[in-house]
């Protein structure tokens, strides 16, 4: 049962143009979320997060947009650069019960930015 | 600072082989979590130590273990491989269990044959 779901494998934009990542979760008692970005060959680097009393943050051409109500997340990227070409994992925080918070990440959107 | 860095980057076996994998985190970090990256499944938990002591694991089977050295290096291992164990193993670190912003290493890419 995944509790964190990007339904989109892969997403092609033309540069300079906006990318729109999305990202869906089931458990309620996620409380922060986060997206990551993964270049071949490298680990996954923390990119934009939000918490969930916030329905937007905002770094740079990059901003994250919350919808509870839906159990939704987006990120946005404007305008698109062909460096931001990678796959971008959204991750959720929340509880473990197993004595500490415990990121739960998505499969992951592969952004190809065409120049 | 040095990175988180993993040894090794790449490695082969076969079933029925054990493998261990190896986990430095940046200085002064205490916390290591260990992911693995497929295909079809993303990034999934497998477990995370904090000062020497499992704090927490994913739903993998018991072939699957790790431990964490007072300097809180870390191996995971994998027992009586199989081919579905072929992943990228992910490596990352926090000075806190329980992070939500970690620092992966570039991971160890195991092909099981």
């Known amino acids: 049962d995944q509790q964190v779901k990007q339904n989109s494998p892969s997403l092609s934009v033309q540069e300079g143009r906006i990318s729109i990542l999305n990202c869906d979760y089931t458990?309620?008692?996620?409380?922060?979320f986060l997206w990551y970005k993964k270049y071949p060959a490298e680990g996954p680097t923390f990119l934009i997060s939000?918490?969930?009393?916030?329905d937007k943050n905002e770094d740079g051409r990059f901003t994250v947009f919350l919808n509870k109500s839906a159990k939704h997340l987006s990120l946005h990227i404007v305008p698109s650069q062909p460096g931001d070409s990678a796959v971008y994992f959204c991750?959720?925080?929340?509880?473990?019960?197993?004595?500490?918070?415990?990121?739960?990440f998505g499969k992951g959107t592969k952004l190809s930015v065409i120049p | 600072k040095a990175g988180v860095t993993q040894t090794p980057r790449y490695l082969i076996k076969t079933r029925g082989q054990q493998v261990t994998l190896s986990c430095s985190p940046i200085s002064g970090h205490r916390s290591v979590s260990w992911y693995q990256q497929t295909p079809g499944q993303g990034l999934q938990f497998l477990f995370e130590y904090f000062s020497e002591t499992q704090r927490n694991k994913g739903n993998f089977p018991g072939r699957f273990s790790g431990r964490q050295f007072s300097n809180s290096r870390s191996e995971m291992n994998v027992s009586t491989l199989e081919l579905g164990d072929s992943a990228l193993y992910l490596c990352a670190s926090s000075a806190r269990p329980g992070a939500n912003v970690l620092t992966f290493g570039a991971g160890s890419r195991l092909t099981v044959l």
């Open positions: 458990n309620s008692m996620f409380d922060y």
């Open positions: 939000i918490s969930s009393i916030k």
């Open positions: 991750a959720a925080s929340g509880w473990s019960g197993a004595g500490s918070y415990q990121l739960t």
